[in-house]
T-cell receptor
């Protein structure tokens, strides 16, 4: 069964802390997405990775294909970063498919 | 440039009714994905359309169906609504040249929140 596991499920931190959210998956993928969902449902795509590392502002995403693991880091966290962060993968293989999602990490940054 | 748009924003239906949700992709995007986010279940893949064809569907019953129009907009139809169909339905679009694998970023719409009473 193709699964996407995220940890932690919930994370509360103080403003300014360095945040790490982890994602692991079970079989080969063609791409991994990190998504951000704010209260009310709106989803924003933060990164799409197939190898290496990407950085956008205070956000950094890394992926290790051999270990089937990705991390999302937030530096100098701010209360506006409070959201649910979702890891999603596109599995490689003979047939195309939609994304398979992790259950999300609920992040709260306290001022 | 306009993002992915969905209509309606909210919808209330009763059991047994039928509903149609609409999605307009980003201009130039040919692929449209539909996802369901039911309470406590997380996001699940529903359907993928590309170039007017249904390319794949998730583990949902046949009463979930849809289509993609020549302008690449899409409809999701749900027949014989059940209480557990209450969810946020998200549409996403991407630019895909059909090769069997999508590796392009998906851009999400704001969603349609469906409540079934």
């Amino acid at each position: 069964k193709n699964e996407v596991e995220q940890s932690p499920q919930n994370l509360t931190a103080q403003e300014g802390e360095f945040i790490t959210i982890n994602c692991s998956y079970s079989v080969g993928i063609s791409a991994l997405h990190w998504l951000q969902q704010h209260p009310g449902g709106g989803i924003v795509s933060l990164f799409m990775l197939s190898s290496g590392k990407k950085k956008h502002g205070r956000l950094i995403a890394t992926i290790n294909i051999q270990e089937k693991h990705s991390s999302l880091h937030i530096t100098a966290s701010h209360p506006r970063d409070s959201a649910v962060y979702i890891c999603a993968v596109m599995y490689s293989g003979g047939g195309a498919d939609g994304l398979t999602f992790g259950k999300g990490t609920h992040l709260i940054i306290q001022p | 440039e306009a993002g992915v748009t969905q209509s309606p924003t909210h919808l209330i239906k009763t059991r047994g009714q039928q509903v149609t949700l609409r999605c307009s992709p980003i201009s130039g995007h040919t692929s449209v994905y539909w996802y369901q986010q039911a309470l406590g279940l997380g996001l699940q893949f529903l359907l993928w359309y590309d170039e007017g064809e249904e390319r794949n569907r998730g583990n949902f019953p046949p009463r979930f169906s849809g289509r993609q129009f020549p302008n690449y907009s899409s409809e999701l139809n749900v027949n014989a609504l059940e209480l557990e169909d209450s969810a946020l339905y998200l549409c996403a679009s991407s630019l895909v040249r059909w090769s069997g694998v999508s590796t392009d970023t998906q851009y999400f719409g704001p969603g349609t929140r469906l409540t079934v009473l």
